[in-house]
């Protein structure tokens, strides 16, 4: 066997081999490294209304009614609609950040692929903006995102 292994070395042809599933097997190793040392994907953002019980929606579909946990993933804004009878609707922009750890990725295509698309590459930023009733009414405000969880005051 180390006979083998001594005659495997001396070839060109089995030392590439070699050393190509040693980069690869790394590779495949590493991958994920947002996920890794960035803490992986967003967790839900919680969110109430005052009053509760707005339907909450988005233009895929029907989430439910608050309060609510809702899991978001980046790198597109989120826009979210809360409806009440008797109040104005209400549109919640959560925006997202890449993560400077997602530049670890680029060398590695398999683990920017999954960070990509299971979004730790990306993290929700801390203000979102809050309109009422039309969006081009420009009747907006920033509300904040502590600690995944906001706050929407309906109104009349």
Not at 106 to 124: E, N, Q, T, W
Not at 134 to 141: F, R, V
């Given at each position: 066997m180390r006979?083998?292994?001594?005659?495997?070395?001396?070839?060109?042809?089995?030392?590439?081999?070699?050393?190509?599933?040693?980069?690869?097997?790394?590779?495949?190793?590493?991958?994920?490294?947002?996920?890794?040392?960035?803490?992986?994907?967003?967790?839900?953002?919680?969110?109430?209304?005052?009053?509760?019980?707005?339907?909450?929606?988005?233009d895929t579909?029907?989430?439910?009614?608050?309060?609510?946990?809702?899991?978001?993933?980046?790198?597109?804004?989120?826009?979210?609609?809360?409806?009440?009878?008797?109040?104005?609707?209400?549109?919640?922009?959560?925006?997202?950040?890449?993560?400077?750890?997602?530049?670890?990725?680029?060398?590695?295509?398999?683990?920017?692929?999954?960070?990509?698309?299971?979004?730790?590459?990306?993290?929700?930023?801390?203000?979102?903006?809050?309109?009422?009733?039309?969006?081009?009414?420009?009747?907006?405000?920033?509300?904040?995102?502590?600690?995944?969880?906001v706050n929407?005051?309906?109104?009349?």
């Amino acid at each position: 066997m180390r006979v083998f292994f001594k005659h495997a070395l001396k070839s060109k042809k089995v030392l590439s081999m070699l050393l190509l599933s040693v980069f690869l097997g790394s590779s495949f190793m590493l991958t994920g490294c947002a996920t890794l040392l960035g803490g992986g994907p967003q967790g839900p953002v919680s969110i109430k209304t005052n009053p509760e019980n707005a339907k909450v929606s988005t233009d895929t579909g029907y989430y439910g009614k608050t309060p609510i946990s809702i899991k978001l993933k980046g790198p597109s804004t989120n826009a979210l609609l809360f409806q009440m009878a008797g109040y104005k609707d209400a549109h919640l922009m959560i925006h997202h950040k890449f993560k400077i750890i997602g530049i670890l990725n680029i060398l590695f295509l398999p683990g920017f692929l999954i960070d990509y698309l299971d979004g730790a590459m990306f993290r929700i930023k801390h203000n979102a903006q809050l309109c009422y009733g039309k969006l081009s009414s420009g009747n907006c405000k920033t509300v904040n995102i502590n600690n995944d969880y906001v706050n929407v005051k309906m109104v009349h």
